[in-house]
């Protein structure tokens, strides 16, 4: 098995330029991170703000944070001093909440839409239908920068079965570009994982987030997903 270092080296020397490596952390412990870090890993990402808390804790402002886990209103206060970016927005109520507590901080935070491109009733993510009317709502809050789109798509046995939910969610990326709306820069579009992520950049993808194909299959023992 190759190491964290190796693996991160490779997916970095993989990837078309213009495209940035989210690390999913996963409840990794430290060590594995910082190796993410020494394979040229710039960007982690965290699925939990108390997993987040305790990382950044120790690694700091020298890698950015993307927040990429379903965010609960009442962690937002500690997201936001935390995290460079929120990739899942997916309600009003949620971006003004970040918005009310960078305020605090004086903090504008560049945010995503979640899209729930696959519509799953148990996923979280707005529905492509809703996004327009979302990001025309986050332009209005001066604290919140609404940077692009973020999916996860169903889960799938074949990669090429993620292609139509990375299409869908980008027509929905390229219909609010076109909206034009004021403060809004679509520039982002966060798309695949280490099964999808080829396809994902076939279809426009410039973030993709890995987690299995830097660390293995194994979790960390006590990782618990109900942070
Ligand atoms: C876990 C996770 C990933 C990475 O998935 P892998 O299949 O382990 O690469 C990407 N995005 C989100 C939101 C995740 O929770």
């Known amino acids: 098995m190759s190491s964290v270092n190796e693996n991160v080296r490779r997916i970095l020397g993989e990837l078309p330029p213009g495209r940035q490596l989210v690390v999913a952390a996963k409840g990794q412990p430290l060590e594995?991170?910082?190796?993410?870090?020494?394979?040229?890993?710039?960007i982690?990402?965290?699925?939990?703000?108390?997993?987040a808390q305790k990382a950044f804790d120790v690694i700091g402002n020298s890698v950015q944070w993307h927040c990429i886990g379903h965010l609960q209103k009442n962690k937002v206060k500690n997201a936001v001093a935390i995290f460079d970016m929120i990739e899942t927005v997916d309600s009003i109520e949620l971006a003004r909440e970040i918005d009310r507590r960078c305020k605090q901080i004086g903090k504008v935070m560049p945010v995503l839409i979640e899209v729930n491109s696959g519509r799953e009733a148990n996923k979280s993510g707005a529905p492509p239908e809703d996004v327009a009317i979302l990001a025309t709502e986050i332009a209005k809050l001066a604290n919140v920068r609404l940077m692009g789109l973020m999916t996860m798509?169903?889960?799938?046995?074949?990669p090429e079965e993620s292609r139509p939910y990375f299409r869908i969610t980008r027509q929905v990326f390229e219909e609010i570009?076109?909206?034009?709306?004021?403060?809004?820069?679509?520039?982002?579009?966060?798309?695949?994982?280490?099964n999808s992520y080829q396809v994902a950049i076939e279809e426009g993808a410039n973030i993709v987030r890995i987690g299995t194909g830097i660390f293995g299959e194994q979790r960390r023992e006590g990782a618990n997903p109900s942070l």
Request: overall charge negative; aromatic content about 4%; cysteine-free.
């Open 32 to 42: 594995q991170l910082a190796a993410a870090i020494e394979g040229g890993a710039r």
């Open 177 to 194: 570009a076109k909206l034009d709306l004021p403060g809004v820069t679509m520039k982002y579009l966060s798309m695949g994982m280490t």
């Open 44 to 51: 982690i990402g965290e699925n939990y703000v108390q997993e």
């Open 153 to 158: 798509g169903p889960t799938v046995s074949q």
